[in-house]
């Protein structure tokens, strides 16, 4: 069994910043490109930010220059810093992490992110 265990959500006002973090545990091959995706409500799934392995990031349009992911390999965990919040970034938080092989992804359970105007 694998988990993924997301903590540091919150509600914070406009301009605020709130830093995430996912620790994964458990009988997983191998911990390959960890990321972040959230869900708005009404709104689909999204993704904010990924990192490989060996420290490659992408991050959608609406946050770059905002937000900056991060891991550390030897805690199997991935960080998610957000700085200048805006109201369109509340949603639910959720880690993913592959395993290495193809379309082997693990999810994590949520956190709420709340940014008040």
């Known amino acids: 069994q694998v988990n993924l265990v997301e903590s540091g959500g919150g509600l914070v006002q406009a301009g605020g910043s709130l830093g995430l973090s996912c620790v994964v545990s458990?009988?997983?091959?191998?911990?390959?490109?960890m990321g972040w995706y959230r869900q708005g409500s009404g709104k689909q799934r999204e993704l904010v930010a990924t990192?490989?392995?060996?420290?490659?990031?992408n991050y959608a349009d609406s946050v770059k220059g905002r937000f900056t992911i991060s891991r550390d390999n030897g805690q199997n965990t991935v960080y998610l810093q957000m700085n200048s919040l805006k109201p369109e970034d509340t949603g639910v938080y959720y880690c993913?992490?592959?395993?290495?092989?193809?379309?082997?992804?693990?999810w994590g359970q949520g956190t709420q992110v709340t940014v008040s105007s």
């Open positions: 458990g009988r997983i091959r191998r911990v390959n490109a």
């Open positions: 993913t992490v592959n395993s290495g092989l193809p379309g082997q992804y693990y």
């Open positions: 990192i490989t392995s060996t420290g490659s990031t």
